[in-house]
């Protein structure tokens, strides 16, 4: 279908979770169309460091439909899950439109508009899949201003050779954190700042034991009783194999925040002062939803109250992968599937009684 006919549904966000959407709106016959901000396909994907790896193996790190290709060395790296969704997405002709930017959406009678850089596409429900790789997001830190050095966020880094030989700060205690902080110990004097210590899980635990822990949380919530699974989430450090690498070098070693900036470097909370050239801050993402202000839906903390993923405040309107907020593990590869799956099967009803 066309821009200007009406669509059963428009999916905002052409990455894994729009992909994931996409999958179950084919299969249930429902016209759609997919809007991607991006020029090429594997949504945040390719922005991400040269070196990253999944910390899951292929096969817990795949899309409903078609397993993830295995990948050499086990854990799947930038350019192996970028090539997978790329694959995917003509594996199943999903009618992605890119690079097509959406800039607000607006009520109309019987549906929602999506104006966009390239025209308006108009539908009956909305799915906002935009996740938060456009919005990284930087704490404000005293001093901040006054630092001379340089200071880029997780997704401004590529590679740790132009830190070569420099001193640099590592912020942020989750698996990016540790991965960046690892390849980065072998060419710069590294310090990494957590707020809490870092929670490395054992050795023999990947992505699959912490997803089934997630579910098991899920289903114990849903049931009304405590989970049967032992404790740790999905922002417990995995030992993938360069950061068991740099435990044996004795680099996985955090230090509590420091208290100020000062042109030269930092002060830490006891008042002694350290050079700093770089710090790296390894400190998430925030939700990308100001296409969705002009309905008055956004709280004020920026994201949208929802019910099962769906708006609390408009009707026509679903959000996919932005976080446990929109579905457990939704945020991830191995989790997107059940999350796309529920909302899918939601607009049908939706529809199927609009329309009755």
Do not use: K
């Not at 729009?18 to 169309?33: K, N, T, V």
Request: hydrophobic share 40%; net charge positive; glycine share 12%.
């Amino acid at each position: 279908m066309s821009e200007g006919a009406l669509h059963d549904v428009v999916v905002i966000g052409g990455g894994q979770s729009g992909l994931a959407a996409g999958y179950f709106l084919r299969r249930s016959g429902i016209s759609f169309a997919i809007l991607d901000a991006h020029d090429r396909p594997g949504g945040a994907w390719p922005g991400a460091w040269d070196s990253l790896r999944l910390f899951s193996p292929a096969a817990m790190s795949s899309l409903p439909g078609w397993p993830m290709p295995p990948s050499e060395g086990g854990y799947p790296g930038r350019d192996h899950v970028v090539d997978y969704l790329a694959r995917y997405e003509q594996r199943y002709g999903l009618p992605v439109r890119r690079p097509v930017r959406a800039e607000s959406v607006l009520r109309m009678e019987g549906g929602l508009s999506v104006r966009t850089d390239r025209g308006t596409w108009r539908a009956r429900a909305v799915i906002s899949a935009t996740g938060g790789a456009s919005r990284p997001f930087i704490p404000p830190w005293p001093g901040g201003a006054l630092f001379q050095g340089r200071q880029i966020h997780s997704s401004a880094y590529r590679s740790p050779h132009v830190f070569a030989g420099q001193r640099v700060l590592v912020v942020g205690g989750g698996n990016s954190g540790a991965q960046i902080l690892a390849e980065l110990s072998r060419v710069a004097e590294t310090t990494w700042v957590t707020l809490e210590p870092p929670r490395f899980l054992p050795d023999e635990v990947d992505g699959r034991v912490l997803f089934a822990r997630a579910t098991e949380r899920v289903h114990a919530q849903m049931q009304g009783r405590e989970p049967a699974a032992p404790g740790g989430g999905l922002g417990d450090i995995v030992m993938v194999p360069p950061v068991r690498e740099a435990r044996d070098r004795n680099r996985l070693h955090a230090v509590r925040p420091f208290a100020r900036f000062v042109p030269e470097g930092v002060v830490w909370q006891d008042g002694t002062q350290s050079p700093v050239d770089a710090v790296i801050w390894c400190t998430g993402f925030r939700p990308d939803l100001g296409h969705l202000a002009p309905l008055g839906v956004l709280e004020a903390d920026g994201r949208v109250a929802v019910e099962n993923g769906r708006s609390t405040r408009e009707p026509r309107l679903w959000l996919l992968g932005y976080g446990d907020w929109t579905g457990a593990a939704s945020a991830t590869l191995a989790g997107i599937t059940r999350s796309a799956r529920g909302t899918v099967h939601a607009i049908q009803h939706f529809l199927t009684t609009e329309r009755s």
